[in-house]
């Protein structure tokens, strides 16, 4: 089975720019999440969406940062314009959220390595 | 204050011993809690749920103490291979969906 797809695996660009990572999660799954990783600062929750619908998005460090899931197989994280703080890895992860029940397993991409000089 | 705290570490022991991380998460109404694993450059990996009359895969045990908001992961007779950031997670019921939080992770180093 396919796991969780993140495109680009790696990019370079330079600030000002516009980057648009892509994610396409797990068939049937109904919960999508963007994380931000860096030394400094952990895996930080960016936003979350839950049957293509954002849930909370305070997490976006501000408006540069925004994010679209147009349906269930495709979910989008645009910076614009990126600077040189963004550089990070950004994890896209999905689940099938049930809610009260014990599950929770967070299934993750590979992630993206964006480096903006 | 960070939703989910954790030492960072490094934490460097030998092969073959004990080695204990706690965790502790400040919102009460943390609902489910887990164990991930990250190794260098990878992305995380569930390790184990964290049940709140504690449990056990292997070598590694699990505990959760919801009067003190804590939760530990205990690894026996470590390995070589053990070495990674442990990350912990508290998924966090609301009326809509659950938001699952990382804590920034203690890295767990094992000499020979």
């Known amino acids: ?21 892509r ?23 960016l ?47 999905s689940t099938q959220d049930s809610g009260y029940m014990n599950t929770g397993e967070l299934f993750f991409g590979e992630g993206s390595r964006l480096t903006v000089l | 204050r960070k939703e989910v705290e954790q030492d960072p570490g490094p934490f460097n022991v030998p092969e073959g011993a004990t080695v204990a991380f706690n965790c502790t998460y400040s919102n009460s109404a943390s609902q489910s809690f887990f ?41 026996r007779d470590s390995k070589l291979s053990d070495s990674a950031t442990y990350l912990c997670v508290v998924k966090v019921l609301r009326s809509s969906a659950s938001k699952i939080i990382f804590g920034s992770g203690t890295r767990l180093s094992i000499r020979p």
């Open chain 1, 1 to 21: 089975d396919a796991g969780v797809i993140q495109s680009p695996r790696h990019e370079v660009t330079e600030m000002g720019q516009e980057v648009t990572l």
């Open chain 2, 35 to 75: 164990w991930y694993r990250q190794d260098c450059r990878k992305e995380p990996k569930l390790l184990m749920s964290v049940y709140s009359s504690g449990n056990e895969d292997g070598r590694f045990t699990a505990q959760l103490n919801r009067a003190s908001q804590y939760i530990s992961l205990l690894i």
């Open chain 1, 23 to 45: 994610c396409k999660p797990i068939s049937g799954h109904n919960s999508l999440f963007w994380y931000r990783q860096t030394m400094m600062r952990g895996l930080e929750l």
């Open chain 1, 47 to 93: 936003i979350y969406f839950n049957n293509n619908v954002p849930i909370d998005d305070s997490g976006m460090p501000e408006d540069r940062f925004s994010a679209k899931m147009p349906n269930a197989s495709f979910s989008t994280l645009k910076i614009q314009p990126s600077e040189p703080r963004d550089s990070a890895v950004y994890f896209c992860a």
